[in-house]
């Protein structure tokens, strides 16, 4: 069974630009989950995506958005990007009604902010 | 809300000595608790985790954590490291319902020097 993947895995941006970040996720999980892994800092999370419906959010501004697609691949879309926005995205698959805390992590994208 | 401490940002111990890395956690419900490890340029990887039942769980590459409700604290322990072990890891937790959304603690570096 292949993992999840993410792309790009390095990129930069300017400040004001907008970035897709993509993620597909292991073979047979239904849920994705984003989350914002800021230097020195644990994972922070930023929505789940179950059945493309967005199923809970965590303390992130509008301009952090998703989609999750028929196939539960997912893209998590930054507008308007800030300096503080630098950070490694994490996604993970999981099943929705899975094993508690059974998520199944990609390598990272990571993002760096000029 | 729920909030996870780890006390130490790093630990450096010396290869086959024993390691406690310590975690300790805030939250007004019952929560289930987790380790990850992160080996550079990796995702997070489930370490083991604690649902219920037996407060002392064990978990991959010789892992155990003990469980303390009455201290809040959810410490990893391994009794002999070995170089492969460096790491960092994160230790988090999450609700009962939402067991996939998971709040991080801010990660210890372990280091094992020979």
């Known amino acids: 069974e292949t993992g999840v993947t993410q792309s790009p895995t390095h990129l930069i941006k300017t400040r004001g630009q907008q ?25 922070q999370f930023i929505f789940q995506y179950y059945r493309e419906e967005e199923n809970g959010r965590g303390n992130f501004p509008p301009r952090f958005s998703g989609l999750q697609f028929p196939n539960y691949s997912s893209e998590l879309n930054v507008n308007a990007l ?5 950070a490694l995205y994490l996604c993970a698959s999981s099943l929705e009604r899975g094993r508690a805390g059974e998520l199944f992590f990609g390598e990272g994208s990571r993002l760096t902010v000029l | ?13 010396f290869e086959e000595a024993p390691v406690e890395l310590r975690c300790n956690y805030s939250s007004s419900v019952s929560v289930y608790l987790f ?21 002392l769980v064990k978990g991959i590459n010789g892992f155990e954590a003990e469980f303390n409700k009455s201290q809040t604290s959810f410490h990893l322990r391994k009794p002999s490291v070995h170089i492969s072990d460096t790491a960092e890891y ?3 937790v999450s609700e009962l319902q939402g067991a996939q959304k998971l709040v991080f603690g801010q990660g210890t570096r372990l280091t094992i020097n020979p």
């Open chain 1, 19 to 43: 970035v897709t970040l993509r993620c597909s996720s292991q073979s047979g999980h239904n849920t994705v989950s984003w989350y914002q892994q800021a230097l020195g800092q644990g994972p």
């Open chain 1, 82 to 86: 800030e300096l503080d926005d630098s």
């Open chain 2, 1 to 13: 809300a729920q909030s996870v401490t780890q006390l130490d940002s790093q630990v450096p111990v």
């Open chain 2, 35 to 55: 380790w990850y490890v992160q080996y550079p340029n990796q995702g997070l990887q489930l370490l083991l985790k604690y649902l219920s039942g037996s407060t």
């Open chain 2, 90 to 92: 994160f230790c988090a």
